[in-house]
């Protein structure tokens, strides 16, 4: 079965520190998301992606985040100046393009990135 | 936007039992509604999920019912097993692709044998 896979599974990064958090979505899948869960809370969405561009973003993806699809495969979060507070799991995500026989909004959740900024 | 309300937090069943985990919505836009199950330090896996313009939809010993009226949704699991427990969300966003999942808290469920 086709999966989203994410690299790194882990990243320890310095408060200040840029990172990039890659992703490769399932490959008929068109739209891509990345998600967020702080340890032990609900997991909370930060941008939506279609077609090169931005579909919807939420009010914690502000000006030092930023995604990319450098590619045909590769979809990226990227975190500038990282704060302490930006510790979490990442997730990525895709949904097929919507069909009449398929439920459209089905999202396929990768097995995550931890973050952590010390 | 939206809001999803999740209860309970927590919930403990013996095995054999069943389990029920009721959401409740705020945004009457809202037509998609998802569950994920997640076991400990892996990813949310979509177990089951319903459109607005059906009532209740089964698969084995999962079902999930929904009441737009009433804004709310429910998961129910039927003789459950050790390998059900997980954190369970429940999710709800308008039927377009590309918009946010808007996920409730979570339910702790624990099953004993």
């Known amino acids: 079965e086709p999966e989203v896979t994410q690299t790194p599974s882990h990243q320890v990064t310095q408060m200040g520190q840029e990172v990039i958090l890659r992703c490769v979505p399932i490959s008929n899948h068109l739209y891509f998301y990345w998600y967020r869960q702080i340890l032990g809370q609900k997991v909370e969405f930060l941008v939506s992606f279609y077609n090169n561009e931005i579909s919807e973003k939420s009010e914690i993806f502000d000006d030092q985040f930023s995604v990319e699809r450098p590619d045909g495969s590769n979809f990226t979060l990227k975190i500038r100046s990282t704060k302490l507070e930006d510790s979490a799991m990442y997730f990525c995500?895709?949904?097929?393009?919507?069909?009449?026989?398929?439920?459209?909004?089905?999202?396929?959740f990768g097995e995550g990135s931890w973050l952590t900024v010390v | 936007g939206e809001n999803v309300e999740q209860h309970p937090s927590t919930l403990s069943v013996q095995e054999g039992d069943s389990a029920v985990i009721k959401c409740t919505y705020s945004?009457?836009?809202?037509?998609?509604f998802p569950w994920y199950k997640q076991e400990l330090g892996k990813r949310p896996q979509l177990i089951i999920d319903i459109r607005s313009n059906v009532g209740e939809k089964k698969d084995q010993r999962i079902a999930v019912t929904l009441n737009k009226t009433a804004k709310h949704f429910s998961l129910h699991i039927t003789e459950t097993q050790p390998e059900d427990s997980a954190v369970y969300f429940c999710a709800a966003s308008p039927n377009q692709a590309g918009t946010a999942l808007i996920f409730g808290k979570g339910t702790t469920l624990s099953v004993s044998s």
């Open positions: 945004d009457s836009a809202s037509n998609y």
């Open positions: 995500a895709s949904s097929e393009f919507p069909s009449v026989e398929r439920s459209p909004l089905a999202i396929y």
